[in-house]
């Protein structure tokens, strides 16, 4: 018997057992539905799971992924997703693989840019037994060329630079540029204290050192000037050593004693917002120019000796203090422009 009807109005007691049977009987249907609905699950469970890929009794649901494409058999859905995994993790590995990469290469721009936090760093040259693909720039294992060492110093560097120059003639136009340091010496490795320069030449020789946009203090200590002829050009006129728009030289007993006197040429070139110091007994000897101060520049000239040179300094809007030994030059300065030569210190009242 299935649910019964109420055919009367009243309430009464008939009514209740009505109701009740109609609960009782709703209560065994959703119990036999369970049960039916967990064998039906059980059968189709069983059926995907035994099934061939060509068995009829497959069940088409199990074909179909999530995306709601169909595949001809459970097995080729099985192996689609199964690759399309493998895919993932393969990218995914890949990507991090990049990213590792590019981290590195991140780390060493900023390296490249800013310097470390070491107090020192010291790089080692020689022409001899270096080497600038295989060196490191350590004693053991020194560079070859004075720029592949210049080009490891930081463009900004809080460190203490000294590059240490094994004696050997370097034929190099070295060239720093932008770079903003504390403190940057180029220099002889051996100790060059004792040679007198009147009379000998320093073992470290070098076409030319220039200093671009820089700022800082530089010192360029016991290293001679050759091969002039070939030597850069700066606004139309040659040079051995220059400082350009910033930073503070000195120049620590160096020697330029290669004949320059018929070409357009300067042996120290300051222009700019740059300042130089000139001394520790720097020789010149026949050069054309030894000192051009350009444009605002400040040169303080020193101990510095030599003879037979054409012009000992040349002043254009700028500003020298000092002046050279007598019999130095066939003509001591030359004033160009609101140039000033202040040849003693003064007390302005």
């Excluded at 109701?19 to 119990?31: A, I, K, M, P, R």
């Excluded at 189709?44 to 709601?68: C, F, M, T, Y």
């Excluded at 800082?216 to 006129?237: C, H, K, R, S």
Aim: proline share 2%; glycine share 8%.
């Amino acid at each position: 018997m299935g649910l019964l009807k109420l055919v009367k109005n009243r309430i009464s007691s008939e009514w209740k057992e009505i109701f009740n049977h109609n609960v009782d009987y709703l209560n065994g249907l959703e119990t036999k539905v369970d049960s039916q609905n967990e064998a039906t699950n059980s059968r189709i469970d069983n059926l995907v799971l035994n099934a061939g890929g060509d068995s009829p009794n497959e069940v088409v649901d199990a074909r179909v992924n999530s995306k709601g494409e169909k595949f001809a058999t459970l097995q080729s859905r099985l192996v689609a997703s199964e690759n399309k995994h493998d895919g993932d993790v393969y990218d995914l590995s890949t990507k991090q693989t990049n990213t590792a990469e590019q981290v590195d290469q991140l780390n060493k721009s900023v390296a490249m840019v800013i310097g470390g936090s070491d107090t020192v760093l010291d790089l080692y040259v020689s022409g001899s037994r270096g080497n600038d693909k295989t060196g490191d720039g350590t004693e053991e294992k020194p560079f070859k060329t004075i720029q592949t060492a210049i080009n490891q110093i930081p463009l900004i560097s809080v460190q203490v630079v000294t590059v240490w120059i094994d004696d050997g003639v370097y034929l190099e136009d070295v060239v720093l540029r932008s770079i903003n340091a504390n403190q940057i010496f180029i220099k002889a490795q051996n100790n060059f204290d004792n040679i007198d320069l009147a009379k000998s030449d320093l073992p470290v020789k070098v076409r030319s050192v220039a200093f671009y946009y820089c700022s800082g203090y530089f010192q360029i200590a016991g290293l001679q000037a050759v091969d002039v002829a070939n030597t850069p050009q700066f606004e139309g006129i040659k040079y051995s050593f220059l400082v350009e728009q910033g930073g503070y030289l000195a120049i620590n007993k160096c020697k330029c004693a290669e004949n320059s006197k018929n070409l357009s040429f300067t042996a120290i070139y300051i222009g700019g917002n740059s300042k130089c110091n000139i001394y520790g007994g720097v020789t010149f000897i026949n050069q054309n120019i030894v000192t051009y101060a350009r444009l605002l520049s400040e040169v303080n000239i020193g101990n510095i000796q030599g003879s037979g040179n054409n012009l000992g300094i040349r002043c254009a809007t700028a500003t020298v203090r000092g002046t050279v030994p007598s019999g130095f030059a066939t003509n001591a300065s030359s004033v160009e422009g609101n140039g000033l030569i202040i040849s003693k210190g003064t007390v302005l009242s």
